[in-house]
């Protein structure tokens, strides 16, 4: 069992930046691959930003690539989503997962947490 706790979501203008982090309780957390998703209102849960377990691989999608930035500290348990120059519709739940036993960034995750808010007026 993974545990994973989000924070440092909150309401920013545009053009703006917010740093996510995530927390996780997993003994070898540098095995899991992590990713960031997030789900706006009305919408389909949609994959973000995803990093491997050492930090040496990346994954971003094209709506968000050049603006965030994952990375990850393993000394702490934690991943981070670096979130500038956002946008309105970057308005959403933005969820942490981790993946277990696998090594590549696409695929199912296994764990989940709870969401934090991202707000972006325009």
């Known amino acids: 069992q993974v545990q994973l706790v989000e924070s440092g979501g909150g309401l920013v203008q545009a053009g703006g930046s917010l740093r996510l982090s995530c927390a996780a309780s997993?003994?070898?957390?540098?095995?899991?691959?992590m990713g960031w998703f997030r789900q706006a209102p009305g919408k389909e849960r949609e994959f973000v930003a995803a990093i491997t377990g050492s930090g040496g691989g990346t994954n971003y999608a094209d709506s968000v690539k050049g603006r965030f930035t994952i990375s990850r500290d393993n000394a702490k348990n934690t991943v981070y989503l670096q979130m500038n120059s956002l946008k309105p519709e970057d308005t959403a739940v933005y969820y942490c997962a981790a993946r277990v036993g696998r090594l590549t960034t696409l695929g199912a995750y296994d764990y989940w947490g709870q969401g934090t808010q991202v707000t972006v007026s325009s």
């Open positions: 997993g003994r070898t957390f540098s095995s899991y691959v």
